[in-house]
Nanobody, 116 residues
Framework: QVQLVESGGGLVQPGGSLRLSCAAS????????MGWYRQAPGKQRELVAT???????NYADSVKGRFTISRDNAKNTVYLEMNSLKSEDTAVYYC??????????WGQGTQVTVSS
């Protein structure tokens, strides 16, 4: 079993910042890609950012220049630094892990609310 535990969500004003963390534990064969997805009410889950084990990153156009994804391979942890937050960033953010056998795993989600 693989567990992904997210933390760092909360309520923030527009223009503010938050940092999400996701720690993976359990029977991890080998981690390939880690990433963050989000789902707003009434919308489909969408990709926010991913990072490979070699450090290559990919971002949704809507967050480029504002969000930064990073990972600590020794700790099996991925981070998402979110700056200049907008109301449209409000969503449940989910951590995702793809292992070397291309099996996907998901965290339970953490709520991010951007509101004044």
């Amino acid at each position: 079993q693989v567990q992904l535990v997210e933390s760092g969500g909360g309520l923030v004003q527009p223009g503010g910042s938050l940092r999400l963390s996701c720690a993976a534990s359990g029977s991890i064969f080998s981690i390939n890609t880690m990433g963050w997805y989000r789902q707003a009410p009434g919308k489909q889950r969408e990709l926010v950012a991913t990072i490979t084990k070699r450090g290559s990153t990919n971002y949704a156009d809507s967050v480029k220049g504002r969000f930064t994804i990073s990972r600590d391979n020794a700790k099996n942890t991925v981070y998402l630094e979110m700056n200049s937050l907008k109301s449209e960033d409000t969503a449940v953010y989910y951590c995702n892990l793809i292992d070397s056998l291309y099996r996907p795993y998901w965290g339970q989600g953490t709520q991010v609310t951007v509101s004044s």
